[in-house]
Nanobody, 114 residues
């Protein structure tokens, strides 16, 4: 399974970005997909995840600002990020867990200026 993340960029505080993660296989049967982020000098942390039945969870720091979704027809995972803050600055990685084990996409950089 290969994951290709995209959509990062430079945005001002309060702005929005939409990250995408395209999978090389159908994601219908992939149990769990998520987005993680890692800021310089910090450990990688879970931002949000979603199961194949649509159940989602969010880190407390992003609740109400970020929405995770998956389009099984397009084999793509999304992360809609609104009201971005400088502390959201990090490399964002998509992740998938299923029968194949665990797969990671390459990071996409999100930089939020104050």
């Amino acid at each position: 399974v290969q994951l290709q993340a995209s959509g990062g960029g430079l945005v001002q505080a309060g702005g929005s970005l939409r990250l995408s993660c395209a999978a090389s296989v159908t994601i219908f049967n992939i149990y769990d997909m998520g987005w993680y982020r890692q800021a310089p000098g910090k450990q990688r942390e879970l931002v949000a995840s979603i199961t194949n039945d649509g159940s989602s969870m969010y880190a407390d720091s992003v609740k109400g600002r970020i929405t995770i979704s998956r389009d099984n027809a397009e084999n793509t995972l999304y992360l809609q990020m609104n009201s971005l803050k400088p502390e959201d600055t990090a490399a964002y990685y998509c992740n998938a867990r299923g029968f194949f084990g665990t797969a990671w996409g390459q990071g996409t950089q999100v930089t939020v200026s104050s």
